[in-house]
């Protein structure tokens, strides 16, 4: 038997389990949270190992070398910052922004065409971890792009560019660039449509590695241990990628993580069935995908949730019979304590819609929509997006859902967004809701890469049928 | 022209524009072209305006040929050239072929309508397409010259991919 632990620095909880691993399976021995230090992200993480390895508090991290086999990731200062540019909005900037956040990143500012003087003073101010620049298939467009080179090579940036665009101009891109750290990798569409979002994705993990630990401080953890840290986005996305390859019967699946901030959706399911019927416009999105939602979360984004999903809680509300007010009094009380939670059966309701409104608008943009045109032949239906309707598992995790023992919070807003304006919503047809109730995705996604069968069987293990008596 | 690589072909853009889905002469014109050594981007049938000009942009496209089959060529066509200009391709060519006459209506009075529209050239169904290739190519020719920017960067990748 084996030791094996798995931590992850959040931005307020450093999350820490202690595995054991025989033969052939992987066991939980022991889990534990502590509050994250904003200023020193490597005094959580040496208590969660402390306490898992049963030594004192402030065992100094050196001491603890070698007594088990380390892993971890971290979202702490505020995760992976991206920024995306594209050409046009729905082709190289769509893929930019689905290869920044399949790589863990959160997008936190987008641009097409040519970079305005305020776009690149917005940038600045912004100071990302990384801007993804993209544009062009292979022997396109130049033009925007060696215009954005000159811009980019003039700003203030200090951060790495991973050039993923025109490949005709690549090198024309890094001599204009001469001042910056430019990584140039394959295209994100060498042709129009074709979708080729590893790369890029690859190249943002690497220098996840190399800079942003670094600046993190977390180089200390790296050079002890000899483990290198993932964003925690891309530890469940890796783990949401492994689950079908092991298990068969799980071959098309979803999960949701709610959290303060953001909300995450991951699928894991082939985008376009090619039928007469059918035809796909704009890009065939990848089989797995992952967004994230900024201004959808419980706490720190509770505001903006307000803001965005109006149409969705008045709804609610009306049906409730509860007076709208009552939600901006408790928004205005949870945005203000991110830690709060609620202490009545009525806030408990109030909570459950707000995490409802996230499912809803999280889904609405991570699943395409079909709408019809008639012809001779009958319907056909013109899809864009990612066809979810396969999907059999919907998995809650993170903080609310996985707490959160009801299917209904998930089932509802789902079941309401089946058809939206004029399009009807590719969402999972009969799903079965789960929830991952010891919130092990983030953990077990760091055991991905090592022990790919063992982690994903424990993930699926782990997880709990959502009941289904509700509100 | 089959000595070209495939990075110093002109990119076209094919399809057939509004909701007609008439799929048999889209990819008749995409195997003819192909031969004819352009590089071919084929959206397919039901594609709108903003898709074939979101395209024609990322690919850096000399020629969008439109075709329409249905019946309701003109209205799917209106504003197409304006829309071309707003995103920067001025001088992108213009084609339109398929069925775009609708009743009794005499070809040059459609054609007429169509170079209004801002269309370079129109065509009825029954054209010569191996005319239409000789055609574009002089167009080409004519608008962008032979030794484009495109084609003079790539030689020195490929000279760099080669060692
Ligand atoms: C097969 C067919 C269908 C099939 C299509 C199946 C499919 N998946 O493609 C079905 C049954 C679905 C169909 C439906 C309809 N059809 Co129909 N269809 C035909 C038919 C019989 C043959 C079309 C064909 O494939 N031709 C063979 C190909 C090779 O030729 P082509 O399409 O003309 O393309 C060539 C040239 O036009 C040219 N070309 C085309 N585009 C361009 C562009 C450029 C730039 C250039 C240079 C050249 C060029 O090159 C192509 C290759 O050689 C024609 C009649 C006919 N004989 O043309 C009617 C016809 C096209 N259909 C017609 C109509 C009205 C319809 C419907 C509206 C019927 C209805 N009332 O609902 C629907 C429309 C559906 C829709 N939303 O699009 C009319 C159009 C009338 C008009 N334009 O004034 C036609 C002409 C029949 C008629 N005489 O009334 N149709």
């Known amino acids: ?471 | 022209m089959e000595d070209k690589t495939e990075r110093e072909k002109d990119t076209i853009i094919l399809g057939v524009i509004g909701s007609d889905c008439h799929s048999v002469g889209n990819k008749i014109l995409e195997l003819f072209f192909t031969a004819e050594g352009f590089k071919v981007v084929n959206l397919g049938v039901m594609v709108s305006q903003q898709e074939f000009v979101d395209a024609a942009i990322e690919t850096n496209a000399k020629a969008i040929l439109v075709s329409s089959l249905y019946g309701h060529g003109e209205i799917d066509c209106q504003g197409f050239r304006d829309l071309c200009i707003e995103k920067g391709l001025d001088p992108i060519i213009l084609y339109a072929g398929g069925n775009l006459v609708v009743g009794k209506t005499p070809f040059s009075v459609v054609e007429a309508k169509f170079k209004k529209m801002g269309f370079d050239r129109v065509f009825p169904p029954d054209v010569d397409l191996k005319k239409v290739a000789e055609l574009l190519r002089q167009d080409i020719q004519e608008k962008f010259g032979s030794d484009s920017r495109e084609a003079k960067l790539d030689k020195s990748i490929q000279a760099k991919e080669s060692l």
């Open chain 1, 1 to 471: 038997m084996k030791p094996v632990i798995s931590i992850d620095i959040g931005s307020t909880w450093t999350k820490g389990a202690l595995f054991a691993l025989t033969d052939s399976s992987l066991q939980l021995s022991k889990k534990i949270a502590v509050p994250t230090t904003q200023t020193n992200l490597v005094q959580g993480f040496t208590e969660v190992l402390a306490s898992l390895l049963n030594r004192e508090k402030l065992t100094p991290l050196k001491q603890m070398v070698g007594k088990a086999e380390i892993y971890f990731s971290s979202s702490a200062k505020g995760g992976l910052r991206i920024a995306a540019i594209g050409l046009v909005p729905d082709l190289t900037l769509q893929l930019a922004k689905l290869a920044a956040m399949s790589a863990g990143g959160k997008v936190i500012r987008s641009f097409s065409f040519s970079l305005t003087k305020s776009d690149v003073a917005e940038l600045e101010k912004l100071q990302p971890d990384i801007v993804l620049f993209s544009g062009g298939t292979d022997g396109g467009n130049t033009k925007y792009i060696l215009e954005n080179a000159h811009k980019l090579e003039d700003s203030r940036l200090t951060c790495p560019v991973v050039y993923a665009g025109n490949r005709g101009v690549a090198e024309e891109v890094v001599e204009i660039m001469k001042s910056k750290e430019v990584i140039v990798t394959e295209n994100l569409m060498p042709e129009v449509g074709q979708v080729n979002i590893e790369p890029a994705r690859e190249k943002i993990r690497e220098i996840f590695l190399k800079r942003i630990v670094n600046g993190r401080g977390l180089s200390e953890i790296v050079e002890l241990f000899g483990s290198q840290p993932k964003p925690t986005p891309l530890a469940v996305f890796e783990l949401v990628s492994a689950i079908p390859q092991f298990h068969p019967d799980w071959s098309d699946l979803a999960a949701i993580d709610i959290g303060g901030a953001t909300t995450d959706f991951y699928s894991n399911t082939e985008s376009y069935l090619e039928t007469d019927t059918v035809i796909l416009k704009g890009i065939r999105e990848p089989r797995v995908k992952r967004t994230v939602e900024g201004d959808l979360g419980m706490r720190v984004s509770a505001r903006s949730l307000l803001d965005t999903g109006r149409v969705y809680i008045e709804d609610r509300l009306r049906n409730l019979g509860i007076e709208p007010e009552v939600m901006e009094k408790f928004v205005e009380k949870i945005s203000g304590n991110t830690e709060y939670l609620p202490e009545t059966e009525a806030e408990i309701q109030l909570d459950r819609i707000l995490a409802e409104t996230c499912v809803y608008y999280a889904a609405l943009r991570h699943a395409g929509g079909w709408k019809e045109t008639y012809t001779p032949q009958g319907k056909v239906y013109v899809q864009t997006g990612k066809d979810l309707r396969r999907v059999k598992a919907i998995v809650g995790s993170g903080g609310f859902l996985a707490a959160e023992g009801s299917a209904e919070v998930m089932r509802l807003p789902l079941e309401k967004l089946r058809s939206f304006g004029d399009e009807k919503k590719l969402l999972p047809e009969n799903p079965a809701f789960y929830r991952d109730r010891d919130y092990l995705f983030p953990l077990l996604g760091n055991l991905v890469e090592k022990y790919p069968k063992e982690a994903t069987t424990l993930a699926l293990a782990s997880l709990e049928i959502a009941s289904d008596e509700g509100m």
